[in-house]
């Protein structure tokens, strides 16, 4: 696991502001849709790791290494 690389992406999306960062699905599904494999995998693995070891993690990177996100279009389905 490349703790750098999965700590840049999860940060990107953390200041997407666009979910609740303990939504796992939510966070995934904006991993994997920009294309931020490293994290769905690692989401997948054990989300928990990731948000345990957050604040040692997030010593390693630059503000640099945060790589470029983008929103994703949320889809509802309300009940009628």
Partial sequence: ???KKIITQ???IR???QTNMLDKNMVQRIA?????Y???TAIE???GLILKHYSEWMKLIE???IPKVYPIETTW???K
């Fill in 1 to 3: 696991m490349d703790k």
């Fill in 10 to 12: 999860y940060e990107a």
């Fill in 15 to 17: 200041r997407l502001a």
């Fill in 32 to 36: 994997f849709e920009n294309k931020f």
């Fill in 38 to 40: 490293d994290l769905v």
């Fill in 45 to 47: 693995e054990d989300y």
């Fill in 63 to 65: 503000e640099k290494d």
């Fill in 77 to 79: 389905n309300l009940v």
